[in-house]
């Protein structure tokens, strides 16, 4: 396989290359107001042959960006962005709009893989720092057709009380429960196919559903071509297999969504550990299955 390149913009941004194609861009340190909760954001995300997998801040939720790791209840604060879910009164404007601040140096490593490393700190809209966070991305070529991300993160607690990361459905809003590594998809994906261990349909098909993966298929605008995304989520993950918040009838989204419908309890000084794979592929539905088998070797790998 051909070796990743890195490129750095210090202080704002990486970009992970495969030939003359830019697979990503990692915005580490956005310069996004604070109702939308800054928090680091992949953007664009290409596919080998160069076609664009992803939309950032569209009109309908500007705080939807590429793929990002948001948590839209964590205790009474919002790191998701825009209004938060108050059962009864709907979404409502709060001032707890957090951040998820880079902090530190940025990690960088090239080669057949390219990863990239750094840690954030979680604060809220009134300055308290909820969580220290250790976060490393890493994207390899898993064929002439795929390349897989793999993100992996670790949460402590450094509030000195308890904190339960929730969703929408926790607090009362029937399947909702989105939160956790979000990946929101071209406005031509509309009306595209989710794909799942033995299912198959739009979002309103699968959506709450439990799954180790799920993929979305998707044709794009300006070229005769179909691509895919999938997740997976490790088996090692709170909650696993994760209750899948996927939309696709008004746009397109995929989400392993660990607080789907139960709360995960971080306990003060505790450390919660989340483990995803992530395939894009130049490809459709026949690719899912061999791809989510790619990823998983790539999580667990055999050991000999």
Known sequence: MSALRITHDIGSAVT?????VDLFTYVYQPATVPVESPKPYLHPIRTRRGDVVSLFRPHDHVWHKGIAWALPVVNDENFWGGPTYVHGQ????LPNNGVQQHDGAVELETGERATVAHGLRWITESGDVLFAEERALTA???SDEAWALTFDTQLTNVSGAPIAIGSPTTKGRENAGYGGLFWRGPR???DGTLIAPGASGAGDDVRGARFEWMGFVGRHDDVDATSLVLMLDDA???HHPPQWFARSEEFAALNPAPF????VVVAPGETVRFRYAVGIADGGADAAEPL???LRGILQPVLV
Do not use: H, K, L, W
């Open 90 to 93: 709907f979404y409502v404007q």
């Open 260 to 263: 789907f419908s139960e709360e």
């Open 16 to 20: 992970v290359r495969d030939g003359d």
């Open 188 to 190: 031509s994906f509309t």
């Open 236 to 238: 090692a993950n709170p």
């Open 292 to 294: 989510a088998d790619v």
């Open 140 to 142: 390899e070529i898993v």
